[in-house]
């Protein structure tokens, strides 16, 4: 018997980037320790006191906190999934090339530009924060100083000249 093929949806579990820093992944777990000692606590004692308001099948609060207790269950879930497998990206000290971790200062068309490379969960590219899978991070990788790299964006191809790594 074959399985049905169903696209990703509300209820499959979310792939992580395994790449973060040792700060991101205290603030996971700090989020994990609030939600197990605050949230969830909470949750539990508001199912069960809409649970007893009578019929559950027309208990619209009921089925309301049941399904946020459900969503604080799988918070937790992808919370100790994620520290659990979590590869630490430890500040690099060889400057020879870039990579994940690096600050590396580009200049392209005349203007100066610095990325910091990490993983995907923390990327932020108004901060200047790239991920080692964007199409910059990726072609910055492995290059060294007065390295020229071509990297294509949509319709254009944009040209870096790395004038130093961090």
Request: hydrophobic share 35%; proline share 5%; charged share 20%.
């Amino acid at each position: 018997m074959r399985l049905p093929n169903r696209k990703p949806g509300k209820y499959t579990f979310p792939t992580f980037d395994p790449n973060i820093t040792d700060e991101q992944l205290q603030l996971l777990q700090r989020k994990l320790n609030h939600i197990k000692q605050i949230s969830l606590p909470q949750a539990i004692k508001d199912t069960q006191r809409y649970g007893e308001h009578g019929d559950y099948s027309e208990n619209a609060e009921y089925q309301i906190a049941k399904g946020h207790l459900r969503g604080l269950l799988r918070t937790i879930d992808e919370l100790h999934y994620q520290i659990n497998h979590a590869v630490i990206i430890q500040p690099p000290t060889d400057v020879g090339a870039v990579h994940i971790g690096h600050t590396v200062t580009v200049a392209s068309n005349g203007q100066t530009t610095q990325f910091k490379i990490l993983g995907s969960t923390e990327a932020k590219p108004a901060a200047g924060i790239i991920s080692y899978q964007s199409p910059v991070g990726a072609a910055l990788l492995g290059h060294q100083l007065n390295d020229i790299v071509t990297v294509q964006l949509g319709h254009r191809q944009v040209q870096y000249t790395i004038l130093k790594i961090d």
